[in-house]
């Protein structure tokens, strides 16, 4: 079985008030940086969470 290589990360304001599909997400971190990710997808990683892009967010949430 595979071992998680992330940690799960409390949403910020700051991510949350990007779009409203943002609490369909789960926000979590791991060595390269910031992703939120669906049971079927995941963004790449990014240095901040604020870096995340809002298009990002919508298309990872329309997924799951």
Known sequence: ???K???VVTKPKEFLVKTKKATGVTLAKDKDGYFCYTHRCRSKSYKTIGAIPKSVI???????
């Open 5 to 7: 290589k992330h940690t």
């Open 58 to 64: 919508e298309f990872v949430e329309s997924t799951g």
């Open 1 to 3: 079985m595979a071992t």
